[in-house]
């Protein structure tokens, strides 16, 4: 799956010989992206029959501009199923189908108020709306006109206030920014002359639930060109390969019945060995050990179900007794789920209070895309992907 946004500040002189409008062609058949959002259009002239025939697209769904203010368009191909909920001045909201796999996904194509006096009902809009599909993945894009954070510009003059009240919207809605590759601004005043600003102001924000069946999303600045924001480009379709981790303990595993003896016969059995060579044999047992066991998750589903079957039985000749020790099982399982993903969220501050796993599994989502590395730039200026030559690089 892949997607385009892009403020493009309007099409062009004409729809089918404009330079701008070339681009955007060769971006989306390039790219082969199956929806593009394009943003401040700051014009009304084209309807979803022009676009349809002007572009390689299955259809399209225009929002007129005002004057010469706004207007947004919002273009597929027949790979996705799209329905359009909702839509205004700064907002597309719709519901999309990937055909392919049949995942049904939400997406908020944002135009951020350049003057900032809509950003509470943009924001209003696009609680409600996620909240309405709660559970369903979510994938927010475009020119969304605020910063995140200092870095995000390079003007000295940040408005704090504004900066914290727009991560209070993204969090209320349970979305996080998904990070980038490729240059660090989106847009720029152009004031080449003088002082010129750069900002990233153009992003892709997602859910929990969206990083779950997408967990390799990428988002690309491409160059700023024939406008003054860069198209982001989301793709799902890494070419990230995973690296292979090193031996981390489970604290949950102590929880378990057979740890203590499998440590302590792993431990025995390399006594003639230096104390690093039985560490690493300590550590290849465990790991093997832990690997026989069933997920934690699947341990509980197996228990809820027989559960649910006991008490499906006639009242008679249920036994009670049985159901006792499943729900005790189960009570265990979750404290050494809990534990599971406290010790990954890296959350150290929640070592009491509620158990929510939800939460912790989120965190956990977060922080893998935060350490997640990509790709650098060698001291030569080659881009390096592969995991094993990034490493190298660090340790030269």
């Known amino acids: 799956m892949k997607l ?8 062009g002189r004409n729809l089918d010989r404009s330079k701008k ?13 199956q929806v593009t959002f394009v943003s401040e259009i700051r014009t009304s002239k084209y309807n979803s029959t022009q676009l349809n025939n002007r572009f390689n697209i299955a259809d399209s769904f225009v929002v007129p501009s005002a004057g010469f203010s706004g207007g ?22 719709a519901n999309v189908v990937n055909i392919a796999y049949n995942i049904d996904f939400v997406l908020v194509c944002v135009y951020g108020d350049p ?3 809509q950003d509470k009902v943009i924001w ?4 409600i709306f996620v909240h309405d599909n709660l559970g369903k993945p979510v994938v927010c894009m475009g020119d969304l006109n605020n910063i995140m954070c200092d870095v995000d510009t390079t003007s000295a003059h940040v408005n704090k206030y504004r900066m914290r009240t727009f991560n209070s919207y993204v969090k209320q809605c349970g979305l996080f920014d998904l990070g980038y590759s490729g240059p660090a601004y989106t847009w720029t005043n152009k004031c080449f002359s003088s002082t010129p600003v750069f900002e990233r102001l153009d992003r892709c924000l997602a859910n929990a639930e969206w990083c779950g069946i997408y967990p390799n999303t990428n988002v690309f600045n491409l160059p700023i060109m024939f406008s003054d924001h860069a198209p982001i480009l989301i793709s799902t ?9 090193s031996f981390k303990f489970g604290n949950w595993w102590t929880m378990e019945d057979d740890f203590q003896i499998t440590a302590k016969t792993a431990w025995i059995s390399s006594a003639n060995r230096p104390f690093h060579a039985r560490t690493t044999h300590l550590a290849g047992s465990l790991k093997k050990w832990c690997k026989k066991k069933k997920p934690l998750s699947q341990q509980l589903d197996n228990i809820h179900e027989q559960i649910k079957n006991i008490q499906m039985q006639p009242i008679q000749v249920q036994n009670h007794s049985l159901e006792a020790d499943l729900i005790l099982q189960h009570e265990e399982n979750m404290t050494k789920l809990i534990e599971y993903y406290r010790q990954r969220a890296k959350k150290h501050w929640a070592t009491q209070g509620d158990r929510n796993t939800s939460f912790f599994h989120n965190a ?18 080659n881009n390096l992907h592969d995991p094993k030559d990034i490493a190298n690089e660090f340790v030269k």
């Open 4 to 11: 385009i946004g892009w403020n493009c500040q309007g099409p």
């Open 21 to 33: 409008m070339g681009y955007l062609d060769n971006l989306m058949s390039s790219t082969k992206a």
């Open 72 to 93: 947004l368009w919002l273009l597929w191909t027949d790979e996705v199923q799209v329905t359009t909920n909702f839509s205004s001045h700064h907002l597309i909201l």
């Open 115 to 117: 003057q900032h006096r």
């Open 124 to 127: 209003d809009q696009i609680s």
């Open 237 to 245: 379709e890494s070419h990230f390969r995973k690296p292979k981790l």
């Open 364 to 381: 956990v989502l977060k922080r893998r895309r935060r350490n997640r590395i990509i790709s650098i730039s060698d001291t030569h200026g």
